[in-house]
């Protein structure tokens, strides 16, 4: 009964996220004129809310869609701030009742990351703050994961950032399997295999990287100089303040990751200390290569749905990166405001188009047009209100944007060009480096692009 009431009342809004013509209501006159919305230009349009007195003031911290059903969305809620942990959530709604969740999951400490499985649409794997990964079937109300890894000798100890079911063939010929990545801030990449309980494997354990300082030679060799003679002064305590050095920096915290789209031994890992690593499933003691750029810590890395080898970065330092995976430099710097940027995602739509959250707004990007400035910027009013998450949906041009106060928006695009025939070979001829004798890319866009406060 309750769906049938939401139904009545999200008619016009649901026909709309759909793409479907909209009902008129018997019961209202039909003699308004309707107004010519494209001369407003691209704007966004709310059409609901995914949210009630059961989330409220719970920050969201991650969303994903079901990988059968498109109309069910999972939620993570979990605070962010070590002082302001507290028990989280994780629920699944779907666009048939947007004032209440589906399932309601309640664990002892705050979601940071959850996935669903591809092969098994009911499995929901659930990362969270104190370094526990749990897997949960959404097909039962019970509260109780069928598994988790809580007496795991190899559970994590920082929180789980980022989780995902990655399918993999291991031999040739053999049938793939899923299995559950998840990456933390104790510097590891595991893989969790599904046997009678929870199996790990750490994929790799990330190391800090020293960031090179380019010195005019002969002042590299003074300084040399100066190195031997302090060494054959006090050798040993030296080495004694490098061992303690080496040994409080050693790893550095995974914050996400994102597999190669066409082969899944590849992957890239955003840290805190502001590099990407791309890594292989079969090293798991060196990097292939490290994308230096960004000034702070990176919070997202994803691959374009449509360049397999173009990847998108949002870190602290106010910027948006766009990469080349054969290029360790950014081949664009988006920057438009003095805030970091939470969260990236590319529209599934066309592959010229991304959109971004910073705390308080939200940013549609698109190529075609400018690489200077959003062609939509939405601004958040209240300012206690802190946006962190967002999320393309995959089967018609609409957009989620999660906030601090526990609701999930639901926006519709509107005037934004229709992807063309050539849309796939623009972003092709932006990220792909020009041939010899021109200009290369991260040159042409120094005197466009700035890059964000030193950290």
Known sequence: MERVVTRNIYQAKQALYRGMAILPDPDLPNDKEEADLSVLGPNIERLWTYGGSLTKSHNISC???????????????????????????????????????????????????????????????????????AVYNVRSNSQMPILDSNETPSNHLGPVWEIKWIEREYHAGEERSENIITTSTDGKVTQWMIRKGFESVDLMKLKRVGKKVTVPEQEQQQQQQQQQQDQQQDTKAQQQKLRGEAFISRNAGGLGFDFYPTNNNIYLVATEEGFVHKCSCSYNEQYLHTYTGHTGPVYKVKWSPFVPDCFLTCSSDWTIRLWHSDVTKPILTFVSSTKSVNDICWSNVCATVFGAVSDNRIEIWDLRSTNLDPVIISNVSDPDVRLSSFLFTDNSSTLLVGDSTGHVTVYQLRNIAEPSTTHVQALRDIVLPMPSGGQSLTQSNASITSNGPER
């Not at 009742?97 to 309601?104: D, H, K, M, W």
């Not at 979601?111 to 526990?132: E, R």
């Open 63 to 133: 969303m994903t869609w079901n990988k059968k059903n498109p109309d069910i969305l999972a939620v993570g809620y979990g605070e962010y701030g070590f002082t302001n942990q507290k028990s989280g959530m994780a629920c699944c709604w779907s666009i048939k009742n947007p004032e209440y969740p589906e399932r309601v999951f309640k664990v002892p400490s705050g979601v940071t990351a959850l996935d669903f499985s591809k092969q098994n649409p009911n499995l929901l794997a659930v990362g969270m703050y104190n370094g526990t990964i």
